[in-house]
């Protein structure tokens, strides 16, 4: 389900360089709403446009393409922005012409937060930010639910799995009685060293 909440590999865009064994926990889409101003930029552009043309000024009408360029490239900017979050990764997916794909490995995230405007908080929507190890930062805007995927971050990213299970990556190998031998066998070490 594209939004918030499970999602399968179909719901990905191709470019997304997901390994075979990742499994896709949610993607998601800037809400639509994000193009309104320059929705709102396109239309006074344009009705600029045919008012200088019905006052006969003929050079105004070419505002009206421009307005209507405006708002579509904004649209299409929109519409090929996608992220995603793996048992594995985070993935932002953006470009109309060309495609750029930034990629955080989980075990990365070292702290995350959300944010809501006024009508992000009465729509349920926000930004969700990423620090990473390294300096740098990752950022969904637009998304709903941003306080869920910041939580679906928060678990996987402390040793819960995606699912909320216990991950088994970050499991110490071995039982308490083979490291209790270990053990021993140092010490045995280290007294012959020191004798």
């Known amino acids: 389900m594209t939004g918030s909440g499970a999602a399968g590999r179909e719901d990905v865009d191709a470019a997304v360089p997901l390994a075979a064994d990742e499994t896709v926990a949610w993607t998601a889409r800037p809400r639509l709403t994000r193009v309104l101003p320059a929705v709102l930029v396109g239309c006074v552009l344009a009705v600029a446009g045919v008012a200088g043309w019905l006052i006969e000024t003929p050079l105004a009408l070419a505002l009206v393409p421009v307005g209507v360029a405006v708002a579509a490239w904004r649209y299409l900017v929109n519409r090929h922005t996608q992220y995603v979050v793996s048992d594995d990764a985070l993935y932002v997916k953006t ?54 995927v910041r939580a679906l971050v928060d678990r996987a990213t402390q040793g819960d799995g995606i699912a909320g299970e216990s991950g088994s990556r970050d499991a110490v190998p071995g039982t308490v009685e083979q490291w209790r031998a270990i053990r021993e066998e140092v010490r045995r070490f280290r007294r012959a060293l020191d004798d």
């Open 95 to 148: 470009g109309v012409l060309s495609r750029a794909v930034t990629q955080a490995a989980l075990e990365t995230v070292q702290n995350s937060a959300y944010t809501q405007s006024f009508t992000g908080s009465l729509f349920d929507y926000g930004n969700v930010g990423f620090e990473l190890a390294g300096g740098g930062d990752l950022v969904f805007r637009g998304v709903p639910n941003p306080g869920e």
